[in-house]
C-alpha cells in the first residue's frame, strides 16, 4: 500500500520493517569472520520482532544469493558491508562529537539503534530517541527484557517526525542554547520532499552555534533512471514475496523532486562533508558494491558530516 502523510507502523510492517532489516543486517556484520562494527543487541532485537524472513536470514537459513534479483543493483547480499560501514560512520560521528565537548546528542527515527546502550558515553552525556510510538515501547521493553541498560541519560521522544516533535524534545529537556549532535539516518528518503526540508529547518532552529548533524543522503537522478530503479525494485519485491516476505519496497518512499542536502544546509548555515559510500567500505576494508551509470546503488549513497557555525 502507498504511503500517506499520516500513515504509522510498527517493526514489522512498512518503513518499520526496514529498521528491522537494518538491525539483521548490522548482526550478520557483527557475525562476520572480522566484524567492523559490534552491535550485541542487533540479533535479538531482529528475533524479537518475529520477521519470519529476517530472523532465517540472521539464522544463516536464508542466503542472500536465493533471493537476490541479478540484474538489481540493490541486493540483500550488499546490506551487511553497507550497513556495517555506515554503522561505523554515525558513531565516529558521535565519538568526534563527544571528544569536541557535545553533551546532547538526538537520534532521528531511531528505529533499532542501540547506540544508547551499546556505546561508551562520555560522563554527563544525554542522548534522545524520537520515534513512533510504539516502535519506542517495543525496544525499550525489549532491550530490559534482555537486561541491558542505557550507558548515558537516555530520554525517549515517542511521536512522529511529522508532528510537533522540536516541543516534545523541547518538552524532554533538550537545551538548545548548547551544542548538540544530531544524526537522520536511513531517514530522509522516506519523508516527503517538504518534510525533508522542515525537518533541516527545525534541526537548524534548536541547534547553538557548534552543533552537529551528520546525514544519509541518496543524490538525485534524472526520471529515466529512477524508473529505472523502480522497475529493479519490482522485481526484487516479487524475488522476496516467492519466500515469504510481503511488502512493496517500492511503495515505501515518496515521489517529488528533492533538495540538495548539502545545498540547503549551506543555506541554513551548516558547512558539510560528503563521503560516498564506495568510499567508506574501501576506508573499512569491506567489499564493494557495484555501482552503474544508469542508476542507483547503494554505493552512490553519501554520507554528510556537517557543523553549524552562526
Given at each position: 500500500m502507498?504511503?500517506?502523510?499520516?500513515?504509522?507502523?510498527?517493526?514489522?510492517?512498512?518503513?518499520?520493517?526496514?529498521?528491522?532489516m537494518v538491525a539483521a543486517a548490522r548482526a550478520i556484520a557483527t557475525n562476520a569472520d572480522n566484524p567492523v562494527i559490534n552491535d550485541r543487541f542487533a540479533e535479538p532485537l531482529v528475533r524479537a520482532v518475529g520477521v519470519d524472513f529476517f530472523t532465517r536470514w540472521v539464522s544463516g537459513d536464508l542466503a542472500a544469493a536465493d533471493v537476490d534479483d541479478e540484474e538489481s543493483n540493490w541486493k540483500l547480499a550488499h546490506m551487511p558491508a553497507a550497513m556495517a560501514a555506515r554503522t561505523r560512520f554515525f558513531d565516529q560521528f558521535f565519538q568526534d562529537a563527544t571528544r569536541a565537548?557535545?553533551?546532547?546528542?538526538?537520534?532521528?527515527?531511531?528505529?533499532?539503534?542501540?547506540?544508547?546502550?551499546?556505546?561508551?558515553?562520555?560522563?554527563?552525556?544525554?542522548?534522545?530517541?524520537?520515534?513512533?510510538?510504539?516502535?519506542?515501547?517495543?525496544?525499550?521493553?525489549?532491550?530490559?527484557?534482555?537486561?541491558?541498560?542505557?550507558t548515558a541519560d537516555l530520554r525517549t521522544v515517542a511521536i512522529d517526525l511529522r508532528q510537533d516533535w522540536p516541543a516534545a524534545l523541547r518538552q524532554a529537556g533538550l537545551e538548545p542554547d548548547r551544542p548538540t549532535a544530531w544524526i537522520a539516518e536511513g531517514l530522509l528518503g522516506y519523508l516527503p520532499p517538504q518534510a525533508q526540508d522542515l525537518?533541516?529547518?527545525?534541526?537548524?532552529?534548536?541547534?547553538?552555534?557548534?552543533?552537529?548533524?551528520?546525514?544519509?543522503?541518496?543524490?538525485?537522478?534524472?526520471?529515466?533512471?529512477?524508473?529505472?530503479?523502480?522497475?529493479?525494485?519490482?522485481?526484487?519485491?516479487?524475488?522476496?514475496r516467492e519466500h515469504g516476505f510481503e511488502l512493496d519496497w517500492e511503495d515505501l518512499g515518496f515521489e517529488?523532486?528533492?533538495?540538495d542536502?548539502?545545498?540547503?544546509?549551506?543555506?541554513?548555515?551548516?558547512?558539510?562533508?560528503?563521503?560516498?559510500?564506495?568510499?567508506?567500505?574501501?576506508?573499512?576494508?569491506?567489499?564493494?558494491?557495484p555501482q552503474s551509470h544508469d542508476s542507483v546503488s547503494m554505493a552512490d549513497t553519501v554520507y554528510y558530516a556537517s557543523v553549524l557555525h552562526r
Open positions: 502507498p504511503r500517506t502523510e499520516n500513515d504509522s507502523w510498527d517493526l514489522a510492517t512498512s518503513v518499520g520493517a526496514t529498521a528491522t565537548g557535545i553533551r546532547q546528542a538526538v537520534i532521528l527515527a531511531s528505529g533499532l539503534d542501540a547506540r544508547a546502550y551499546r556505546m561508551n558515553w562520555p560522563d554527563g552525556m544525554t542522548v534522545f530517541e524520537i520515534d513512533q510510538p510504539e516502535v519506542i515501547a517495543f525496544k525499550t521493553s525489549t532491550l530490559a527484557d534482555l537486561g541491558a541498560a542505557p525537518l533541516m529547518d527545525n534541526i537548524t532552529a534548536l541547534s547553538a552555534d557548534g552543533s552537529r548533524l551528520a546525514v544519509e543522503a541518496i543524490p538525485s537522478r534524472p526520471e529515466r533512471d529512477v524508473e529505472q530503479a523502480r522497475e529493479m525494485m519490482r522485481r526484487s519485491t516479487a524475488k522476496w517529488g523532486e528533492r533538495k542536502v548539502a545545498g540547503y544546509l549551506d543555506g541554513l548555515g551548516w558547512r558539510s562533508v560528503g563521503t560516498p559510500m564506495s568510499q567508506l567500505l574501501a576506508d573499512n576494508g569491506l567489499e564493494a558494491v
